[in-house]
């Protein structure tokens, strides 16, 4: 799943020809194909209250300029590039009230694995729960680059395009990042031991 | 090197992030140090929990919601760019078609909104509809000078009954007002909606228009010189762009207007929307205002959207003219940013008209509506200083 600069798939290809040809139906294949991941993805970046608006703006934008969209990466890191652009002017309009509880709560599910035993699951489900509380300790700069990196397993180079900042910048602030998600992690679980 | 630099190699190393050489020296590095192996081990151990965060899972299919937006726009939308959201890249994508790796849209409009290639028929049909709304737009605006001489003639305008518009109109342009009903009347004031550069982009869409029925029914109330009365952001800005005001007036399909809170805007919209059944009303809701903000006045407004045939739009904008208390407002164009969340449905209210906003900003009327926005304070106390 690797996310590198790459070309469009032929599939999306196909896709996006149809919608040029004035078929906005065709378009809806693309919103079916990446909602959920864009979703996803937004609400771990931005307050999850907003990211259906977001994301539902973020593919009303990339319709609208479909015609320009020239190929060169995939459909979807271009979609990601609208989608972060969109949130990121969301944010600076509605600047956030969410306290911290009240991110804690709107928290995503952790959905098991259907290979998964129940004790299993709630161990990870408990894990995973850590590192989203661990997440939210870290500022935002940090956490965006390990939800970047490693959620959407995007490589420094689409990073650093979309951050806007140079890919030498992105090796040193990912390291940060983590090792400052390792000392929030050690944190959550000290908490939990007191 | 000093030491954070050193492991930002490892860090690298396990993204697969270096050149071939540098990825050598890191091996050996890791091969031979137990600390480097340690921290690969952490890092591995973090990218693994990473992975295993919960998922936000999305509540609602948007399938739906945005074809639907999409197909509320305009046609040409599709060839146009959002230019507040115009990023370098994507502006250099724009200047260079030939680079283009999809088959060729019908028309490509570039960064300084040429069309690269000729309209075809229907297109040029499309484009019709925005030569209608500038019309209308150019109604309106006559109506809406700052001059005090067409002010009273706004003034008298408000004393015309409801359903008399188009007749009442035309002499209410030449009637003078009776001074009681300067001092009783609000006055008429029409706010444009789009920033200076976008008005450009509407100037250089519109020169190749055709007229319409309705375009000439405006069009001599636009070479009297009235329209040319409006101070900015109302002027025709351009000085190069003044010789005609039927050709140089911009695009302007978003209307404010403040109404007393006193009056029931909401019915009196149903009942001319009834009369005028080709358009259709959509309450937005109540927004609370930012009191910070130097929009209008710090007061709770009611935001109504109209949509529907121009031509039955414009009889219902001229039905409002009539309606006694309803005025245009004066101030800046609505911006979402005025509207700020406190509540779900203001949330809403907010994105409709965000989504409003740009569909006025960045794109050309839809062929088969004008859009409106009303406010309407909800609090006399609060009611909007004039």
Known sequence: MKET??????????????????????????????????????????????????????????????????????FYTWLYRIAFNTAVSYQRRHKPTTSLDQKKETIGDYLPDKHDRPDEWLEKKERAEKIQQALHLLNEEHRTILILREYEEMS???????????????RSRLHRARICLKDAINQVLHKDFE | ??????????????????????????????????????????LQGLQAAMRELPRHRLENNLIQPVLEQIDAQPAEALYSMAAADIQPENIMYATAPAQHALSEPAAIVHANFELEKPLDHDRRRLYLWPAVAIAVAVL???????????????????????????????????????TAAIESK??????????????????????DLAGSSLAER????????????????????????????????????????????????????????????EVKVIDLGTAPH???????????????????????????IEALKNVSGLTFSTRKRLRSDDFPIKSEKNKRAGTKIERLEKNQVFAQPAPDCIRLIIIVPTSRSQSPKR
């Open chain 2, 290 to 316: 930012d009191a910070s903000s130097s929009a209008v006045a710090a007061a709770d407004y009611r935001v109504f959207d109209l949509y529907g045939d121009p031509e039955a739009t414009y009889m219902m």
């Open chain 1, 156 to 170: 420094y180079e689409t990073i650093a395009e979309l951050l806007k900042v140079p890919v030498g910048t992105i």
């Open chain 2, 218 to 277: 405006v069009a001599p109330a636009a070479e009297a010189g009235e329209a040319s009365e409006f101070n900015e952001p109302l002027a025709f800005a351009d000085q190069d762009s003044q010789a005609s005001a039927s050709e140089t007036t911009p695009l302007r399909t978003t209307y404010l207007f403040n109404a007393s809170p006193e009056i029931d805007i909401k019915s009196q919209l149903e009942t001319l929307s009834r009369e005028s059944s």
């Open chain 2, 1 to 42: 090197m000093d030491e954070n630099k050193h492991e930002e190699l490892i860090s690298a190393y396990l993204d697969g992030e270096l050149d071939a050489a540098e990825h050598e020296r890191t091996a050996k590095w890791i091969e031979e140090d137990p600390r480097a192996q340690n921290l690969l081990q952490e």
């Open chain 1, 5 to 74: 600069i790459q070309s469009v798939s032929q599939d999306d290809l196909e896709i996006i020809k149809a919608t040029l040809n004035e078929s906005s139906q065709a378009f809806g294949e693309l919103v079916e194909k990446y909602q959920a991941r864009l979703y996803n993805s937004i609400a771990h970046l931005f307050d999850p209250r907003d990211a259906e608006d977001i994301v539902q703006d973020a593919f009303v934008k990339a319709f609208q300029k479909l015609s320009i969209f020239r190929g060169t990466s995939s």
């Open chain 2, 140 to 178: 309106l605006m006559v109506f809406s000078s700052r001059d005090p001489v067409e002010e009273d003639r706004s003034v008298a305008r408000s004393d015309l009954g409801v359903g008399q518009e188009s007749a009442a109109s035309q002499e209410a342009t030449t009637r003078p007002p009776s």
């Open chain 2, 186 to 207: 609000p006055q008429f004031k029409l706010q444009s909606a789009e920033p200076r550069s976008q008005r450009r982009m509407s100037l250089e869409k519109t020169n």
